[in-house]
């Protein structure tokens, strides 16, 4: 019969990396098998190992199964006064049909508040990255305006770290793409430097390459909310010709006559 303390020994070696939970052995005439499970909100992860019993235990390495209970590859998040708003419309039941699963997240909700960060942008920014390839997370669709929902306010020119919204010669540049580049920690990559001001040109490292896609509607009003959805839905679902059209806008830049001085112009005449 197995003694307890090799029971013990098994759980160490594993609890090392691994959470343990609870403790399941089954037997046969020929082996013991234990199988130790981590319990999480976000699924089952099974830790098997094989047992021979003889004068000497033998332990072969673990062999790891992986079953998530949840999977969502988008996750809409916003706050509990506006959820009402967003279940209002058409977007969730469509976006269903075309395969997404979807998955409504509060700010306030234990998974963001429980993350470690010094402020709540940090917090939400943590919770994806320990969500985003647990749960499979694609997309993010952010419902809410940047005072219920902050942007993080980068300062792209490390000299300039004035904050004056309405003063264009401030250093201070809102964006979602904090929650959209979450390869590292910020104190590996947003503020690596660890002097507070984010996104700073050679001084800190973001990689701006996305691991989830983040878009957002920036409004309070339960209406407007709904109606965007809709309107978002009506678009999707539209198979129409037009969508074949398209008008490109583009800019001329480094006119041959620039001066800086004055207007600039390419030289071209409208045709009437």
């Not at 580049?181 to 430097?193: G, I, K, R, T």
Request: hydrophobic share 35%.
């Amino acid at each position: 019969m197995l003694k307890i303390t090799n029971v013990i020994i098994v759980i160490f070696l594993i609890a090392t990396s691994f959470s343990v939970v609870s403790l399941k052995i089954e037997n046969n005439n020929e082996k013991n098998e234990f199988l130790i499970y981590q319990i999480t909100p976000d699924g089952i992860i099974t830790y098997e190992t094989m047992y021979r019993i003889s004068n000497n235990i033998s332990i072969s390495l673990p062999k790891i199964y992986t079953e998530s209970f949840e999977d969502y590859n988008y996750i809409i998040l916003t706050i509990n006064e506006l959820e009402s708003s967003i279940l209002s419309s058409n977007f969730i039941s469509w976006k269903e049909s075309l395969g997404y699963k979807i998955k409504i997240i509060e700010i306030m909700d234990e998974l963001i508040q429980d993350q470690e960060g010094k402020d709540l942008q940090e917090k939400i920014r943590n919770f994806l990255r320990e969500y985003y390839t647990i749960w499979n997370i694609k997309y993010m669709l952010i419902v809410g305006d940047h005072e219920t929902i902050p942007m993080r306010y980068c300062y792209p020119n490390p000299n300039n770290h004035r904050f004056e919204i309405f003063d264009f010669t401030s250093g201070e540049v809102p964006t979602d793409y904090y929650y959209s580049d979450l390869s590292y920690s910020d104190s590996e990559s947003w503020d690596s430097d660890g002097d507070g001001y984010y996104g700073e040109y050679n001084e800190d490292n973001p990689d701006f390459y996305p691991e989830i896609f983040v878009g957002r509607i920036p409004t309070n009003d339960d209406v407007k909310i709904t109606y965007t959805l809709d309107k978002i839905v009506k678009f999707e679902s539209d198979s129409s010709s037009w969508k074949n059209n398209a008008l490109n806008v583009g800019a001329f830049f480094y006119f041959s006559n620039e001066t800086s001085t004055g207007l600039s112009m390419d030289g071209a005449v409208l045709s009437y």
